[in-house]
């Protein structure tokens, strides 16, 4: 990097937030204010609440438990 001609690397912000909260809401302004594109959660809360019940099921109906992945 060259001192007449320096990098600028953008923040990666992350919100974490208690369930309501409105992060959805606030996110995209947050991302908008600073000038940064916004990336939603890929899965929400309910979702993997889903999964990890599934997960169980199907363990249980083999006998035993399996940790993910």
């Not at 990666?12 to 995209?28: F, N």
């Not at 940064?36 to 899965?43: I, R, S, V, W």
Request: aromatic share 10%.
């Amino acid at each position: 990097m060259s001192e007449s001609n320096p990098v600028r690397v953008k923040p990666v912000v992350t919100l974490y937030e208690s369930y309501g909260s409105g992060a959805d809401y606030i996110g995209p302004r947050v991302a908008e204010a600073l000038e940064l594109a916004y990336h939603e959660q890929p899965f929400s809360s309910d979702e993997l609440e889903l999964e990890e019940s599934a997960r169980e099921q199907r363990a249980s109906s083999r006998g035993c438990w399996q940790p993910w992945g």
